[in-house]
């Protein structure tokens, strides 16, 4: 079941899916705005040379935009209380124009009053690239409309 | 070496500000579309202070402090192999464009285990005040170095 919106969100409530899309320029953008200028990000000599199959992103960027998928939901980035992943699975970058796509996939798991009348929701994020789970136990804790 | 360090708290770096047009910047290459990210009227209407930075924006100030600590080659730690492992923030209040922070590098843990490094960093970040702003924790892995005697 998707939720119209988080006011009501309950546990079992599933976020609207994203997919996103993640090129090389998406990397170097990301370098430049983040200011994590590591090779394996970018050189495909450097990657390959430290035994990587090709230039991977940056486990950031895919954090970041699995983010996205609960800000979109939420509606206002400044209601994520806390956030947290695994980065399990290389997002290998190819250097075409079609790079890869980033599936994104949530559940609410848990709704909790806080002392001060707010209400926090626990949602589990999934991550995946071509059907394999790339972050683990991604998570986003929410602090809901009221 | 970087066993020398678990448990210690590097010095506090200088005061980062928050700029307005990095936090557009960030938010545009992860595509976060909330208008309060990159649009002020949008962010005051909302009430508040100035654009609110995306929920992982504090990695443009705490990674590049991990990097200045551990691609030191006087701390032993390969960073050509490192790998990120995980990464967990924890908001104590918003982060906004205009915000003056200071961080903390804690070495919280090294644990050695075939043949890799695990380190689990901690950056605790505060406002002038010293009052907090958010807690960031992270867990890097590499290879365990073979010195040459």
Redesign the interface.
Same mark, same amino acid.
């Given at each position: 079941m998707t939720t119209a919106g988080p006011v009501d969100a309950a546990p079992g409530d599933t976020l609207p899916p994203l997919v996103v899309r993640m090129t090389r320029l998406d990397l170097v953008k990301y370098a430049g705005a983040s200011g994590d200028f590591n090779p394996i990000h970018w050189s495909e000599r450097f990657a390959v040379g430290v035994g990587l199959p090709n230039v991977i992103a940056h486990g950031m960027l895919t954090m970041a935009l699995a983010g996205r998928l609960v800000t979109a939901w939420i509606g206002d980035p400044a209601a994520v209380v806390g956030y947290s992943a695994r980065f399990t699975r290389p997002v290998v970058v190819p250097d075409d124009d079609a790079g890869v796509e980033l599936e994104l996939t949530g559940t609410v798991k848990a709704v909790d009053a806080e002392g001060d009348g707010a209400r926090i929701a626990t949602v589990a994020i999934t991550a995946a690239v071509a059907g394999k789970t790339v972050l683990g136990r991604a998570v986003a804790r929410v602090r809901l409309p009221v | 070496m970087i066993a020398e360090y678990v448990g210690r708290a590097l010095p506090s770096s200088r005061p980062y500000v928050v700029g307005r047009e990095?936090v557009r910047?960030?938010a545009?290459?992860?595509?976060?579309?909330?208008l309060?990210?990159t649009d002020l009227d949008a962010a005051r209407a909302?009430g *508040?202070p100035d654009l609110?930075?995306?929920?992982?924006f504090a990695?443009?100030?705490t990674?590049?402090a991990m990097?200045a600590f551990l691609s030191d080659p006087a701390v032993g730690w390969d960073y050509?192999?490192m790998? *990120?492992?995980?990464?967990?923030?924890?908001?104590h209040r918003?982060l906004y464009a205009g915000d003056e922070v200071v961080t903390t590098l804690h070495v919280d843990e090294l644990r050695s285990r075939g043949g890799s490094l695990f380190l689990t960093l901690r950056f605790e970040v505060a406002d002038t005040a010293g009052e907090p702003v958010l807690t960031a924790q992270a867990l890097f892995v590499t290879v365990a170095a073979v010195e040459p005697s």
């Open positions: - | 990095k910047e960030f545009l290459a992860v595509g976060e579309g909330a309060v990210c909302a *508040h609110v930075a995306p929920p992982t990695a443009t100030f990674i590049p990097e050509s192999r790998v *990120h492992g995980d990464q967990s923030f924890t908001m918003p």
